[in-house]
């Protein structure tokens, strides 16, 4: 499908119909996901899968009691990762393993320590996640791509998906895209008029 | 072009060569971008489209004299909207003026007001920026899919671009995705292992 049909057909699944996508669709998915840019190619993120009927029933409640989360087949809670230094070294290292030589990326690799230093906690995570939203379009139109259905949420309580999920304290879950078969049909897609966002 | 191929073929291009995209095509991009999905669809965005050359030499030092900005067909300046309690009485009418009755979004257009309200100024405009990212994904994806370039830069002074383009007091410059053709060629896309991010 091309992009612009893709854009047209995807749409906020309400409801699932509980069935399960196979791992190799999941995979490809993830695949879309993965090649996401991010600022500096930092890559702030984790996606934490969830597919077990219990843990979805857990973060049922602490998600407004959503539908999709108890309907879907797999649960991607999109973390943004507030470690920006941790992940600026790790970066450095696979940059090298990738052929770089140090002296050659040194200039970057300083720009984004900088970068990073000059963060306040609150805004190292504002920033990561605003890098996660990037992401989660590529999960929206790769699962349209791939066959199935998603839907983006950000109505659920974060601190609790937190205990819930046993997450390490550098993760905050930040957005939810359930994925899985529709079990609801899209509304026709209501936008304001190019004139009033193009300017 | 499928998904897969446009999310390989993107990359973040670092000098346009100067040619101008034709407008049907900048409009068909527009339209890829209007279409992205926002949360509660409040649409808390809106794009300034610079193409002048003055606006530009004015922007470029308050871009840390980055080339794109010179260089680009169209510089589209992703400004975050934080008039929420505006957007969603805007919502609301269109809504109502495409057949809905007032009577069955009364509850939905509660909700988004209370959103709206229980949001401090920084919060709200934090929220709208995360919305952003997501129209900038398809405006990456778009570009290649309609065979030019972009690259998106959050490397700028939103303050100096407010004045320079004269932005209304409810709209924020939060990121910047130039677009044209690349004088430049794509590095090997270098990405974290998919164990490392998804869990």
Redesign the interface.
């Known amino acids: 499908?091309?992009?612009?049909q893709?854009?047209?057909k995807?749409y906020?699944t309400k409801e699932f119909d509980g069935k399960v996508i196979p791992q190799d669709k999941v995979?490809?998915l993830?695949?879309?996901?993965?090649?996401?840019?991010t600022?500096f190619?930092i890559?702030p993120?984790?996606?934490?899968?969830v597919t077990d009927k219990m843990t979805k029933e857990k973060l049922f409640p602490v998600s407004w009691n959503q539908k999709q989360i108890t309907t879907c087949s797999h649960l991607l809670v999109f973390c943004a990762d507030n470690d920006i230094l941790g992940l600026v070294d790790?970066?450095e290292k696979?940059?090298i393993a990738?052929g770089a030589s140090p002296e050659s990326i040194k200039g970057y690799v300083q720009m984004m320590r900088d970068f990073a230093k000059g963060l306040t906690p609150d805004q190292a995570l504002?920033w990561a996640?605003?890098?996660v939203?990037?992401a989660?379009?590529?999960a929206?139109?790769?699962a349209t791509?791939l066959g199935f259905d998603s839907c983006?949420m950000?109505g659920f309580n974060s601190a609790e998906y937190h205990k819930i999920l046993k997450l390490p304290k550098n993760l905050v879950a930040s957005?939810l895209c359930p994925i899985g078969y529709a079990a609801d049909k899209p509304l026709?897609?209501?936008?304001?008029k190019?004139e009033?966002?193009?300017?």
Chains 1, 2 share one sequence.
Do not use: H, T
């Open positions: 499908m091309k992009l612009k893709l854009v047209m995807r906020a995979n490809e993830f695949e879309l996901i993965r090649m996401a840019p600022s190619n890559q993120w984790k996606v934490k899968v790790k970066l696979e940059m990738a504002v996640q605003k890098q939203y990037i989660l379009e590529n929206m139109l790769g791509a983006p950000e957005v026709p897609k209501l936008r304001f190019k009033d966002l193009f300017f």
